[in-house]
């Protein structure tokens, strides 16, 4: 058993994984959550010198966020990486209430919770990192994404906000800003038909390589990419209404036929 030990949420594939790889290359413990089973996750951590433990988990709810810290099995908790996220593409009138809610469980009221819960005892200690999954999308009016959008506004909010009111203790708090990245996010919000969803986009360990690395110097805020870092000043600029009508080329169901 290694002396450090790590959460990693949205672990199954994707940026997750990937970050999961780094903190087990690092001399991690891990332990990985999901709402998705873990084979995948399971098989790639392997061999890398580290326990691994995985915990199949709803993390929209108190409940779920509680069963996960309960798989923790009491251990200190040096780094977690707030990772689990969901999106919803299409028209907001078209989406059935229990979709949208389920986003804003995920990505707001279940990623609070458990940062909170952590949080708490890692400032006890006085250490700990935490790395939290944003977007650039959170900077931008997401016509035909907006409940997603909206959320990770608030989620990258929320984490400046906590990164300043720790700033007096040794616990540091990063929020990871991602663009488009090539995983299975934009098929499961139902996005395969649009620019976006069509489009080419980052490598999910590229990607996370930028976070591990900016919660390693703890870094307020790291968006990964020239492109990006471009989109989120030129959203700054032109304002919710013109960067809504951009997002709207890139996510309004048909764009990906173009």
């Known amino acids: 058993m290694a002396s450090k030990f790590a959460i990693v ?3 199954s594939t994707g940026i997750g994984l990937e970050l999961a790889k780094l903190a087990a290359k ?3 413990d891990l332990l990985v959550a999901a709402d998705t089973p873990l084979i995948d996750a399971s098989r790639d951590l392997q061999g890398l010198g580290v326990e691994v433990r995985n915990v199949e988990v709803d993390l929209s709810s108190f409940e779920g966020v509680d069963r996960l810290l309960a798989a923790a099995g009491g251990r200190e908790i040096d780094v977690l990486v707030a990772n689990a996220g969901h999106g919803l593409g299409h028209s907001f009138l078209e989406q059935d209430p229990a979709d949208w809610r389920h986003v804003i469980d995920t990505n707001v009221t279940g990623t609070v919770y458990l940062v909170q819960k952590v949080a708490q005892r890692m400032v006890k200690r006085n250490q700990g990192r935490i790395l939290i999954t944003g977007s650039i999308a959170g900077h931008i009016a997401g016509a035909f994404h907006a409940v997603y959008n909206g959320s990770k506004a608030f989620v990258d909010s929320f984490s400046d906000a906590l990164n300043n009111e ?3 203790t040794e616990v540091t708090v990063t929020c990871l800003k991602p663009g488009a990245t090539e995983t299975e996010f934009f ?3 139902e996005m395969d038909d649009t620019k976006v969803g069509t489009s080419k986009k980052d490598d999910p360990a590229d990607v996370a390589k930028t976070g ?3 919660m390693k110097k703890g ?3 790291v968006v990964h990419g020239l492109m990006n870092k471009l989109q989120v000043a030129g959203a700054k600029v032109l304002g919710g209404g013109a960067s809504a009508q951009m997002h709207r080329g890139m996510a309004e169901p048909g764009t990906g036929k173009e």
């Open 26 to 28: 690092d001399g991690y």
């Open 219 to 221: 870094e307020r805020s």
């Open 166 to 168: 720790l700033k007096e």
């Open 9 to 11: 949420t949205g672990a």
């Open 212 to 214: 591990w690395e900016g």
């Open 187 to 189: 098929h499961r919000a």
